[in-house]
């Protein structure tokens, strides 16, 4: 077996990645990555440095958006993308909305500002940007309870790479409580139906850069 | 014929599904949305307001990652994702770096910085943000040049989305006369066969916002 994963504990796109390869059944090894720091045999892979790189025996495929793809076309079964074309634009619509808007709006407001920044550069956070984070994530995470009332999972009916995504965000919030659960009862019970699959589990499990996790974060019954 | 798409001038991300939409040779009636002023419609079809939007038939794609793999899955030929999972993950792997990267650096450094800030906010271009934008332009293009010499085109020797991806990006910022092309001759050569491509020659006369383009823009022999 020749498959290795470069990535980071607690980067969400990393996250994603080892889910859906776990999802997948898919053995590999891992390589873990400093965020922020990374190593001359990372940027030989990704000369950016971005999280996470599979190498799957000779195939180099950096960044989560290409390993998705990768894996559904290369690794078809179990179908995470959708089985019509309607799905897979919603799956992947997604996909692409907590990449993009919840990634920066949350992961930046508050993983970053109240565990990374200190470990970075030994700032402490900034209250302004915690505020900001805070009413973002409680937005964002309307939406979210949107989707969970409307559906089973979040882009219909099947589990798919849009719940691996969204789980893989916000997990990382969840580790320093910051999500108001009580707010969001469809939500919670979605993100319990997530939490007891096999393929997360190992998440739960594991410790953020000398933080505790918040006191619920490991636990299905929450 | 039921295939709308919601666009806007000098976005890059419309201007590439345009683009690959003409390369499938696949009608569409356009919406022409302003930068920065979503219609009511458009917010309905996406709440956050990004450009493009594809209706085709009844089905809503949003965003430029979602369309591009709905228009290669739907409408698959010519192929322009490329036909192995290799090269698939290349052209992958360029077309979230020229999205991401490039115009982050770019774009925003230099075309929102001279054209779109003062349509939309009145404001004059910085100039510590203009030389910013002008050497992470000559970086970029330093790899577009390696990428060139290598291949024929950007991802190896088929024409794709990674052309496509980087020609809507490139055109914008060459619209404003700012890519250096005698630095970077591969480069160049480069363009001059997408200048060529009946699918993009439309782009060549179109007007940003009462700016007028530099003289070469339009040109094929530069």
Redesign the interface.
Same mark, same amino acid.
């Given at each position: 077996m020749s498959r290795v994963l470069y990535h980071a504990q607690f980067c969400p796109f990393s996250r994603k990645i080892i889910f859906g390869m776990r999802e997948k059944k898919l053995p590999f090894q891992e390589v873990i990555e400093e965020l922020g720091s990374p190593s001359a045999r990372l940027l030989s892979l990704n000369p @950016?440095g971005e999280l996470p790189v599979l190498v799957d025996q000779q195939?180099?495929?950096?960044?989560s958006?290409?390993i998705s /793809?990768?894996l559904e /076309?290369?690794y078809a079964l179990p179908v995470l993308m959708g089985e019509s074309?309607?799905y #897979? *634009?919603e799956v #992947? #619509?997604l996909m *692409? @909305?907590f990449d993009k808007?919840f990634y920066q709006d949350v992961f930046w407001c508050l993983f970053y500002e109240k565990v990374l920044k200190y470990k970075l550069k030994g700032n402490p956070p900034d209250t302004r940007v915690l505020k900001k984070g805070y009413t973002l994530l409680n937005e964002h995470m309307d939406y979210v309870e949107q989707l969970a009332e409307t559906h089973h999972f979040l882009a219909g009916k099947n589990f798919s790479w849009a719940d691996i995504t969204a789980a893989a965000h916000i997990s990382c919030i969840d580790y320093l409580g910051d999500v108001a659960w009580k707010n969001f009862p469809m939500a919670k019970e979605w993100y319990i139906k997530i939490k007891s699959r096999p393929a997360f589990r190992p998440f739960l499990s594991q410790m953020a850069f000398g933080v505790r996790s918040c006191e619920h974060y490991g636990s299905l019954d929450f």
């Open positions: @950016w195939l180099v495929c950096a960044n958006y290409v /793809e990768y /076309e290369v074309p309607a #897979r *634009s #992947r #619509r *692409s @909305w808007i």
